[in-house]
């Protein structure tokens, strides 16, 4: 059975850097037809799509945030990351890292197995 | 402002069959497969319909999606006390080139 496990820091810093790492158990990364990407939470709201990742390297990002995203993947961990550079109180959010499927046209569709979900508060 | 248009409630008495609408576009819904999600408060969501009308193994037939033009519907028959959760939609936007997801529908068993 396909398990992803995020990790990361609970808490950031206004203006810094914001990680998590999400661990691929049962399944390799680099299996193909498949996107592993992040969507996010904010406390009471929402699903957000933040980007995704094929095992090549390829990556999608969700437009108003691709300023300030980096989604990268390291096969030999069996394993991928988040970078959210200049967090502000508005990134504090739940963080799920995902499996996506893809289409007929190699884009990546909606996701089919989650993580449990990280908890991210960007305070001083 | 999500870009998939969904109703923020929904409800109906155990047994009835309700349905929960996602509007969306011609450069999402109109041309691409719909996805569907059942989240329970506290956990991470889990998909209920994918390829527009498909169940994963294990989710029972009582829901079932359908998709016409730009728009989708999810429909749960049979209500059950358990299906009390938020409903998402979501599907691929060429347009932005990015996922999109609906606002969520809150269904309420009374």
């Known amino acids: 059975q396909l398990q992803l496990q995020g990790s990361g820091p609970g808490l950031v810093k206004p203006s810094e850097t914001l990680s998590l790492t999400c661990i691929v158990s049962g399944g390799f990364i680099s299996s193909s ?4 990407g992040w969507i996010r939470q904010p406390p009471g709201k929402g699903l957000e799509w933040i980007g995704t990742i094929y095992y090549s390297g390829s990556t999608f990002y969700n437009p108003s945030l691709k300023s300030r995203i980096t989604v990268s993947v390291d096969t030999s961990k069996n394993q991928f990351s988040l970078k959210l550079s200049s967090v502000t109180a508005a990134d504090t959010a739940v963080y799920y890292c995902a499996r996506h499927g893809t289409d007929g046209y190699n884009h990546p569709v909606g996701p089919d197995y989650w993580g449990q979900g990280t908890l991210v508060t960007v305070s001083s | 402002q999500s870009v998939l248009t969904q109703p ?6 155990p047994g009835q069959r309700v349905t929960i609408s996602c509007s969306g576009s011609s450069s999402n819904i109109g041309i691409n497969y719909v996805y569907w999600y059942q989240q329970v408060p506290g956990t991470a969501p889990k998909l209920l319909i994918y390829g527009n009308n498909q169940r994963p193994s294990g989710v029972p037939d009582r829901f079932s999606g359908s998709k016409s033009g730009t728009s989708a519907s999810l429909a749960i028959s049979g209500l059950r ?5 938020d409903y998402y939609c979501a599907a691929w936007d060429d347009s932005l080139s990015a996922v999109v997801f609906g606002g969520g529908t809150k269904l309420t068993v009374l």
């Not at chain 1, 037809?33 to 592993?36: D, K, T």
């Not at chain 2, 923020?8 to 008495?13: R, W």
């Not at chain 2, 006390?81 to 959760?85: H, I, K, L, R, V």
């Open chain 1, 33 to 36: 037809g498949y996107y592993w």
């Open chain 2, 8 to 13: 923020p409630s929904a409800s109906g008495t």
């Open chain 2, 81 to 85: 006390s358990e299906d009390e959760a």
